[in-house]
């Protein structure tokens, strides 16, 4: 999936099979139980997720994402997720639910 975007989805559990995110935009979507590495590109570049606007994150798992300068603070709620070896300098958390 490539530059998509996804309004008032709701993802939970999700297990692809030689499935590429790149450059994902997510708006009021519930992302729960998520291991976001096994949908990296190759080389890690450019990250699965773009944007996320008043999404729910519970349970995911990020693991070596680069999230500098990445905007968190638009209305998301963050509960129980791991950021392992992410890049997170500058990241915006500002108003987010943790």
């Known amino acids: 999936m490539t530059e998509r975007y996804c309004e008032g989805?709701?993802?939970t559990g999700l297990s692809f099979a030689g499935e590429v995110f790149e450059?994902?935009?997510f708006?009021?979507?519930?992302?729960?139980?998520i291991e976001w590495a096994?949908?990296?590109s190759n080389g890690a570049f450019p990250d699965p997720i773009q944007t996320l606007k008043d999404c729910?994150?519970?349970y995911n798992t990020f693991t070596e994402m680069n999230f500098n300068r990445?905007?968190?603070s638009n209305g998301n709620e963050i509960v129980g997720?791991?950021?392992a070896k992410c890049e997170m300098q500058l990241a915006n958390f500002k108003d987010s639910v943790l």
Do not use: N, P
């Not at 708006?27 to 139980?33: A, H, I, K, T």
């Open 23 to 25: 450059s994902c935009d």
């Open 70 to 72: 990445f905007d968190f």
């Open 27 to 33: 708006v009021d979507c519930r992302l729960q139980e």
């Open 38 to 40: 096994t949908l990296l």
């Open 9 to 11: 989805e709701r993802f």
């Open 56 to 58: 729910s994150l519970k």
């Open 81 to 83: 997720s791991m950021f």
